[in-house]
């Protein structure tokens, strides 16, 4: 069983950056996926990010390409979301999710578990 609990939420201006940081208590963090999912209020909820257990493959949202950046630290069982230029409608709450992997190289786009939240939000 995996916990996870996100930190580095808080209120930004437009075009500012934030850096979001997930800490799982797992014994082995290297066998998970692990992603990022937002939910804003009346929008369907969105998996921004996910990166392989290795780090070395990751997918993207079309709405964040190019602006966010997700990786981990397999030393630190911890995964980052580094999120810069942020946009008003980048404002939401941003859970951690995890999801066992049995292939290295696998991104997830679903996940079994998530972490509590924390909220993101972009003054325009």
């Known amino acids: 069983q995996v916990q996870l609990v996100e930190s580095g939420g808080g209120l930004v201006q437009a075009g500012g950056s934030l850096r979001l940081s997930c800490a799982a208590s797992v014994r082995t963090f290297s066998d998970y996926g692990m992603g990022w999912v937002r939910q804003a209020p009346g929008k369907e909820r969105e998996t921004v990010a996910a990166?392989?257990?290795?780090?070395?493959?990751?997918y993207y949202a079309d709405s964040v390409k190019g602006r966010f950046t997700i990786s981990r630290d397999n030393a630190k069982n911890t995964v980052y979301l580094q999120m810069n230029n942020l946009k008003s409608d980048d404002t939401a709450v941003y859970y951690c999710?995890?999801?066992?992997?049995?292939?290295?190289?696998?991104?997830?786009?679903?996940?079994?578990?998530w972490g509590q939240g924390t909220q993101v939000t972009v003054s325009s």
């Open positions: 999710a995890a999801e066992p992997q049995r292939f290295s190289f696998w991104v997830p786009r679903t996940f079994s578990t």
């Open positions: 990166i392989s257990r290795t780090g070395d493959s990751a």
